[in-house]
């Protein structure tokens, strides 16, 4: 089945949104799309990446599996990172040098913001590269208001709904 918003009928410029946005997209207060695969999601982070600026932080949720670090890695191949993106789930917080310093977080076994904290945290938010999230609402307290929110789903058919919210895209 085809999920996607017919091209003359989408609010997107970009042909990666175009072809991604959810047909259940429009009146939800974000924006909605759908991939049905690793590289799917990861090209649409790719596409998101080209929109994200210095210091900016990109907050992510979704279940285990879900698909975070897929989208990481598009984010990271956007902004140029070499290196192969993986979960930071035993370092914490992982520096990959792209365009811009970029921070991938993961909170997952973090207790919660006091943790984030005590292990720079709050340095690589304020450093004025781009912090990459995951398991965000674990230390929500910590990050600043004016966030890009990512929330991946898994759909009862295996799916990726991916909502983005904080962000203009064209
Ligand atoms: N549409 C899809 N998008 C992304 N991943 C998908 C999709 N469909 C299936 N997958 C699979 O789901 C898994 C996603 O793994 P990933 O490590 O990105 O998840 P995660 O949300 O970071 O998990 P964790 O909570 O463990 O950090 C991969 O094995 C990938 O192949
Ligand atoms: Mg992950």
Redesign the pocket.
């Known amino acids: 089945m085809n999920t996607s918003i017919p091209k003359e009928n989408c609010r997107y410029k970009s042909g990666v949104f175009q072809k991604y946005a959810a047909k259940s997209a429009e009146g939800i207060g974000g924006s909605v799309f759908?991939?049905?695969?690793?590289?799917?999601?990861?090209e649409l982070g790719a596409e998101l990446g080209r929109f994200l600026e210095k210091g900016g932080v990109v907050a992510?949720e979704?279940?285990?599996?879900?698909?975070?670090?897929?989208?990481?890695?598009g984010i990271c191949h956007a902004l140029g990172v070499k290196e192969a993106v993986t979960?930071p789930?035993y370092t914490i917080i992982h520096e990959y040098e792209g365009v811009l310093p970029v921070y991938h977080i993961?909170a997952?076994r973090l207790s919660g913001a006091e943790d984030f904290e005590n292990l720079g945290g709050g340095e690589a938010l304020e450093s004025g590269g781009l912090s990459l999230v995951?398991?965000s609402e674990r230390i929500i307290s910590s990050l600043p208001p004016d966030i890009v929110r990512i929330k991946?789903k898994?759909t009862d058919d295996?799916?990726?709904e991916?909502t983005v919210k904080g962000i203009e895209l064209a």
């Open positions: 759908i991939t049905n695969s690793y590289d799917e999601t990861f992510l979704g279940a285990l599996g879900a698909g975070k670090t897929c989208f990481c890695a979960s789930s993961d997952y995951e398991w991946i898994i295996g799916k990726r991916i």
